[in-house]
Structures are given as structure tokens and as C-alpha cells.
């Protein structure tokens, strides 16, 4: 995947800026945020303006040095370690954050989901909340013209598990209590980039439909919000 792939049009500022919501709420007052799979620092960059101290991980050497380069512009590099690593087998001590993100598609691309699943648990501090989204399945399921109308590729999505469903993702976290599950990435699975006029207005449509528990299913992303068992 070449770099500039994931350089975000409009509607996924809209989407960041959802994540970046969603997230808030559970920033600790200090303390240090793992955000693994944390690519091009798409949410490392901003917590850290926030004055956070941030470890970004990655498998990605070449994402690491774009968000440290990135990172270098914004001024953010003192607060920001990188390190490239694996999250089915985070390099860090047990019970080590204060709290833990791995957004889009970090999970859900990784060899192992269970032991990546456990790994993020493993390492954050009890009390404390852990944020993850994957692609949700249901979302893809609505693209019908994208499977070409084709009852087995149909099928096949359901078994995929580069997607999960609400259960799924349930599943793999049910060894911390779950607070909820929200969606992110209504507009830019839905909304054409020349259609958003005002980000205001756009933000406050992704926020509605995401928080809300039968509309989110219309969002790309499905956000797990839990926190570890003390
Ligand atoms: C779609 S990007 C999302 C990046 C970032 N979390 C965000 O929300 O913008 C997925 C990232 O996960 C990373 N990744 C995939 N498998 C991984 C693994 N096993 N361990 C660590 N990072 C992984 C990829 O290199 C990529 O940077």
C-alpha cells in the first residue's frame, strides 16, 4: 500500500474529527496512550497537541516515518515515541497505559485477532478504557453493486474476517467490560466529497448517526469502547 493512499480526503476529516470525539471523553488527565497500529499519526499527532504523551507502534516502518516526519512539522515529535513492532506481541510491560487506542483496521488486518485482542488488554492499566474500531461487516453488506449482485460473493463476506460484525467484535473483547459500540465513518462510506458543503453541519450528521444504536450500522467503522476489569 503506497503511503499517499491514506492521505484523507474531506470526508474522512469528518471522521477523524468523529474519532477524536469519541476518544475525548476517555483522555486521561496525564499519563501515557498507546496508539497501536497508529499509522501516519492520523490520532497521535492531535492527542499529542492535546499535550499527551503518545507511543505510536506500527509493523510499518515506512508509516512510522511519514508520522515522525509529519509529526516533526506539527512540532509534536518530544512527546511522540515511535516504535515499530507487532500488536500480537506489544513490546511493553503489563498494565503500562493509561489508555490504549488501535483504530481502523489494525485488529482486523492482524495475523492473529484473539492474541492481538489480548495483548492490548494486557498491557493497559486496570480502570482504565481501551478504543478499537474494524470494518464493519454490515456496512460492506449494503454494497451489493460492489459484490456485483452475486449470492456467493455475498456469502463469502460473511465469512471474511477482514470485516466483523457487532457480535464478533464483542466476542473478541469480552474479557473487559464493554460500554458500548458507536460507529464512525458515515460520511466518507456514504456521502460524495463534492456533496459536503460544511463541516459543521456534516460533523454533527456523522455524530447523530453514529451514536445512535441502529443508524451506526450505516457507518464504516464499528468504535469498541471498554475498560479493563480492576
Ligand atoms: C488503516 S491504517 C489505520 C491507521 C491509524 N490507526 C488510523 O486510524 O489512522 C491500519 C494500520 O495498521 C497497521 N498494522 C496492520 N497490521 C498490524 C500489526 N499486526 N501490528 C501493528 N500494526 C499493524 C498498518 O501498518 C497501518 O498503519
Known amino acids: 500500500m503506497k503511503v499517499k493512499d491514506w492521505i484523507y480526503p ?16 476517555y483522555l486521561p488527565k496525564k499519563g501515557l496512550v498507546l496508539d497501536a497500529g497508529g499509522g501516519l499519526g492520523r490520532i497521535a499527532i492531535p492527542l499529542a ?7 505510536l507502534l506500527d509493523i ?25 513492532g507487532d500488536v500480537c506481541n506489544l513490546p511493553f510491560s503489563d498494565n503500562h ?10 485488529i482486523n488486518f492482524s495475523a492473529d485477532q484473539k492474541r492481538a485482542a489480548e495483548e492490548l488488554i494486557r498491557v493497559l492499566k486496570p ?14 453488506l449494503t454494497k451489493l453493486e460492489r459484490w456485483n449482485y452475486n449470492l456467493e460473493k455475498i456469502k463469502s463476506i460473511l465469512g471474511t474476517k477482514s470485516m466483523l460484525t457487532e457480535k464478533e467484535l464483542r466476542n473478541l473483547f469480552k474479557g473487559i467490560k464493554i460500554e458500548k459500540i458507536v460507529g464512525s465513518g458515515y460520511c466518507s462510506g456514504n456521502i460524495p466529497e463534492n456533496f459536503i458543503t460544511s463541516f459543521e453541519d456534516f460533523l454533527k450528521i ?25
Open 97 to 106: 497505559f493509561d489508555l490504549v487506542l488501535a483504530l481502523r483496521d489494525v
Open 49 to 55: 497537541k492535546l499535550g499527551l504523551r503518545v507511543v
Open 206 to 230: 456523522e455524530n447523530f448517526v453514529g451514536d445512535d444504536e441502529e443508524l451506526k450500522f450505516t457507518c464504516e467503522y464499528l468504535v469498541l469502547i471498554g475498560e479493563k476489569r480492576g
Open 60 to 84: 510499518s516502518r515506512t508509516a512510522i516515518n511519514f508520522a515522525k516526519e509529519r509529526a516533526k512539522k506539527e512540532n509534536v515529535l518530544n512527546r511522540i515515541e515511535f516504535v515499530e
Open 127 to 140: 480502570n482504565h478504557y481501551l478504543i478499537v474500531s474494524v470494518t464493519n461487516k454490515a456496512f460492506w
Open 10 to 25: 474531506q470526508a474522512t476529516e469528518i471522521d477523524t474529527a468523529r474519532d477524536l470525539e469519541i476518544i475525548k471523553k
